[in-house]
């Protein structure tokens, strides 16, 4: 059993993940900013915890993450207000890494996107720039500690129910997954130590998924 913490539980990949770990037998916190989403949380079988890491100290996540085993980040702003996408998708991604490490959680898996990079190619006048900037340098900060990281590169996320099958490669036949693969993906990366240290683009495909992260 191991003890996981996901920071932005409420989102769709994370409802899907909190339910996947607490159904093998981990034990999960989840991270929320609204405490009325705390049923929703229950009913997939984690422990809902309001923590607003917006606007939360390095020192304060530290709290929260200690005792924990491993960190998934699945948070995010949005979308459609730069300041908040940069305040969230990278510098409350950035405190969540430096918190982990002081906390001594080492494991850490990031779910960013596929394409994720520095020279991402997405003009400044796009609405999803600031979000690319924003992941680019979370991911990099990430990639940049020591701790045991993991960074999930999807390609466009549907809600498609989960195929358990994908595609890894930085230019996947498919241009979509769905979150409930997105979930299973990053549950599975939790458990495989030859995922450590690895960024995994990926989408829909015909691979089992614990096959396609070994390949």
């Given at each position: 059993m191991a003890r996981v913490v996901v920071i932005g539980g409420h989102g769709k990949v994370a409802l899907h993940l909190e339910q996947i770990l607490s159904r093998r037998g981990d034990e999960v916190t989840a991270l929320i900013?609204?405490?009325?989403?705390?049923?929703?949380?229950?009913?997939?079988?984690?422990?809902?915890?309001?923590?607003?890491?917006?606007?939360?100290?390095?020192?304060?996540?530290?709290?929260?993450?200690?005792?924990?085993?491993?960190?998934?980040?699945?948070?995010?702003?949005?979308?459609?207000?730069?300041?908040?996408t940069y305040a969230v998708d990278r510098d409350a991604a950035i405190r969540s890494m430096d918190a982990a490490a002081a906390a001594g959680v080492r494991r850490y898996v990031m779910v960013s996107y596929l394409g994720s990079r520095p020279d991402h190619g997405v003009p400044e006048d796009n609405s999803f720039f600031a979000y690319a900037e924003a992941k680019a340098a979370a991911d990099e900060h990430l990639r940049a500690t020591d701790l045991d990281w993991t960074?999930?590169?999807?390609?466009?996320?549907?809600?498609?129910?989960?195929?358990?099958?994908?595609?890894?490669?930085?230019?996947?036949?498919?241009?979509?997954?769905?979150?409930?693969?997105?979930?299973?993906?990053?549950?599975?990366?939790?458990?495989?130590?030859?995922?450590?240290?690895?960024?995994?683009?990926?989408?829909?495909?015909?691979?089992?998924?614990?096959?396609a992260l070994r390949g």
């Open positions: 900013r609204n405490p009325a989403h705390a049923s929703d949380i229950e009913a997939m079988g984690a422990a809902p915890v309001v923590a607003d890491v917006e606007n939360m100290s390095t020192e304060q996540i530290a709290e929260v993450l200690r005792g924990h085993d491993a960190v998934v980040w699945s948070a995010g702003a949005g979308g459609g207000n730069p300041a908040r960074v999930l590169g999807p390609g466009t996320l549907t809600l498609d129910p989960g195929t358990s099958r994908i595609e890894v490669s930085p230019t996947p036949a498919e241009t979509s997954v769905s979150r409930e693969d997105v979930a299973a993906v990053a549950a599975a990366t939790l458990v495989d130590a030859g995922t450590v240290r690895r960024t995994i683009p990926f989408n829909t495909g015909t691979t089992p998924i614990v096959d």
